[in-house]
């Protein structure tokens, strides 16, 4: 037979495995009224209880409130709550302030003892009080025992026990177990508190960069839409090239495409909008000069010179498309390297400011100026093919003729030196 001893040692140490399943469960549960509920059931099942129920702080209302219920007499949770000012609570928190007459637990049969005691009377009115709501509570929750959870100083809960089914009383042991499990129900409970504020704090950060950059994105937009206006600002000064801007990008797509150019996503955006925007440097150039009738000046086109940096700097707030600034200044660059601004040659330029030089000098060429009149297809297919490999990369210059032949097949209108073009 087991003496009470050896039986006192079994139960000590299944409580030592109970608490190691709790904080092994704590690090795994994310939410605490999982672990809370498990608690309640666990005391529920292994004591036999009248019932076990948990009152915990619900920080948001600044008040009490029972988060499980367990036994045969188990509480309607939803009904019970207490205020912060509720004198179980009260007599709890002052408990940490060290102030006397006060237990880490209460028993109902305690509480009634001190409030019959005389001194207790005297000492404190307060104390009284709460006593005297701290009893009725108790029995209105038919509570036999109540032990609270802290975490730092803060009551975060309180252990509500029912009496023994087999009305055997609580011993010393089992108290500072339900001490234990109340400590861990609180330290849980603020960890979960802790970890979904955190939860909270980045799914507020990830909202808010979101409408930043939907934001950033709708400037950039709409910044690159007053650019496209003022690119096509630019050639309206020419009434007789009208549609450059568009055509130049068509021509442009056209060839890319001919080479073998992925043009999915954003690399067609980025073609495209360089493609577009290429010139819009000149809406700083001078009218005198930019729609001078007549051959320019080596001071004039000293000035008109300049259109590629003054579109490069225009461009800087769209910061989605720094690589097209660099396309726009590399535009008037040549394939020899006697281009401008900076004499780049060869896969110095882009492939893109390659693919514009091409495409804008054929469509300049065919397009009537207000001092001379567009060029004959023929004519630009000529200039185009004598200048490969000095003014224009010659592998571009292949890809957009072949290109043309195929879109001007289509048509019926193939010109004679489209036809004598062996390529493609
Ligand atoms: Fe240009």
């Known amino acids: 037979m087991p003496t009470e001893t050896d039986r006192l040692n079994a139960n000590k140490l299944d409580y030592q495995e109970v608490l190691r399943d709790v904080a092994r469960m704590m690090v795994r549960l994310k939410r605490p009224d999982r672990l809370l ?50 004198p ?134 709409t910044y690159y839409e007053i650019m496209r206006s003022l690119a096509e600002e630019v050639h309206a000064k020419e009434p007789n090239i009208f549609g450059h801007v ?13 080479m073998g150019i992925d043009l999915s996503g954003k690399t067609k955006d980025l073609l495209s909008a360089a493609l577009i925007l290429h010139d819009v440097g000149k809406i700083g150039i001078p009218d005198s000069v930019l729609s001078k009738p007549g051959r320019l000046t080596p001071e004039e086109w000293k000035i008109m010179k300049t259109h590629v940096e003054k579109g490069a700097r225009i461009l800087e707030p769209l910061t989605d498309f720094k690589k097209v600034r660099e396309i726009i200044l590399s535009h008037h660059e040549r394939f020899d390297g006697s281009g401008y601004p900076r004499g780049l040659k060869g896969d110095q330029i882009s492939i893109e400011a390659r693919i514009i030089s091409v495409v804008d000098s054929f469509h300049a060429i065919v397009s009537s100026r207000c001092y001379r009149e567009g060029r004959s297809l023929d004519f630009a297919i000529h200039e185009i093919r004598n200048c490969a490999g000095t003014q224009f990369d010659p592998v571009v210059v292949d890809a957009f003729l072949r290109a043309l032949k195929k879109e001007l097949q289509k048509k019926g209108e193939i010109p004679r030196s489209l036809l004598e073009y062996a390529a493609g």
């Not at 990008?249 to 495409?257: D, K, N, P, Y």
């Open 37 to 86: 509920k498990i608690i309640t059931r666990f005391i529920d099942r292994q004591f036999g209880l009248t019932h076990t129920s948990l009152l915990v702080l619900d920080p948001r209302k600044k008040r009490y409130v029972f988060v499980n219920s367990k036994g045969s007499k188990r509480l309607p949770v939803s009904l019970v709550k207490f205020d912060v000012d509720h």
């Open 246 to 258: 568009s055509e130049v990008e068509r021509l442009g797509l056209m060839t890319a495409r001919e």
């Open 88 to 221: 179980m609570v009260q007599w709890f928190s002052g408990f940490k302030q060290k102030q006397p007459f006060q237990k880490e637990f209460l028993f109902l049969s305690d509480v009634k003892k001190m409030l019959s005691r005389a001194e207790y009377r005297l000492a404190s009115n307060s104390k009284a009080d709460q006593l005297a709501g701290i009893q009725k509570a108790m029995q209105t929750l038919k509570a036999e025992l109540i032990v609270p959870g802290y975490f730092k100083d803060t009551l975060v809960g309180v252990l509500m026990l029912g009496r023994r089914v087999n009305g055997r009383c609580f011993t010393k042991q089992e108290v500072t177990f339900f001490q234990t499990l109340a400590h861990d129900c609180s330290m849980a409970v603020k960890t979960a508190e802790y970890n979904q504020s955190l939860v909270e704090q980045n799914q507020e950060l990830a909202r808010r960069l979101e409408e930043i950059e939907r934001m950033r994105s709708k400037e950039q937009k």
